[in-house]
Nanobody, 124 residues
Framework: QVQLVESGGRLVQAGGSLRLSCVVS????????MAWFRQAPNKEREFVAA????????AYADVVKGRFTISRDYAANTAYLQMDRLKPDDTAVYYC?????????????????WGQGTQVTVSS
């Protein structure tokens, strides 16, 4: 059974940093994509960042490019999202997702497995 468990979300002041983690269990495929999405109150879930597990190719939403960095640790089977220079608009529940589809994917519908989410709140 595939499980994705996020952690690291909390309240932080604007300009601060956070690192989110997504521990993957029951899923060892190397030809996969991992991604982070987020959903703010009363808004649609949106793409944040994705990484190709093998090779490390990445993609970012324009609104986070230059501030967020996605990475992965093979040995720990964990994906990370380093978030710097946080803004109040970054406040959302952040979800980790995984898919075996080829190439880096940015669409919600491309992802098969999802975590439960972790809350990030950025105060002004």
């Amino acid at each position: 059974q595939v499980q994705l468990v996020e952690s690291g979300g909390r309240l932080v002041q604007a300009g601060g940093s956070l690192r989110l983690s997504c521990v993957v269990s029951g899923y060892t495929a190397t030809n996969r994509n991992m991604a982070w999405f987020r959903q703010a109150p009363n808004k649609e879930r949106e793409f944040v960042a994705a990484i190709r597990w093998s090779g490390g190719r990445t993609a970012y939403a324009d609104v986070v490019k230059g501030r967020f960095t996605i990475s992965r640790d093979y040995a720990a089977n964990t994906a990370y999202l380093q978030m710097d220079r946080l803004k109040p608009d970054d406040t959302a529940v952040y979800y980790c997702a995984a898919t075996i589809r080829t190439s880096v994917r940015t669409s919600i519908t491309d992802y098969d497995y999802w975590g439960q989410g972790t809350q990030v709140t950025v105060s002004s």
